[in-house]
């Protein structure tokens, strides 16, 4: 919680005296990453910030997921490049 940073903003679109007198869409940035995230469709602030979060969680484990997949295909790329056919000696036991 210490990464991220709320900020209350008025929603825009249809909605008459509510959306322009009361702040309650919610903007979520996440400090290290710079992932920023909306949430407007509720009328409260607080089911506002409940989305925000969800959000943010969803990006933040869809980005992960894509960096495990990015290290994956550079190990099985590092295995295709294994040269065959030339072996290292190994010497193993006491030399005499």
């Known amino acids: 919680?210490?990464?991220?940073?709320f900020e209350a903003m008025r929603a825009t679109g249809p909605g008459?005296?509510?959306v322009n007198k009361v702040s309650t869409a919610v903007?979520?940035?996440h400090l290290p990453t710079g992932i920023a995230v909306t949430a407007r469709e509720e009328r409260s602030q607080h089911a506002n910030r409940k989305l925000a979060l969800a959000?943010?969680?969803q990006l933040l484990e869809a980005r992960t997921s894509s960096n495990q997949d990015e290290f994956q295909q550079i190990r099985w790329d590092q295995h295709n490049d294994l040269e065959r056919?030339?072996?290292v000696k190994m010497l193993r036991g006491p030399l005499a």
């Open 1 to 5: 919680m210490n990464d991220l940073k």
């Open 16 to 18: 008459g005296q509510n």
């Open 27 to 29: 903007r979520l940035t």
């Open 55 to 57: 959000r943010l969680k």
């Open 85 to 87: 056919g030339n072996p």
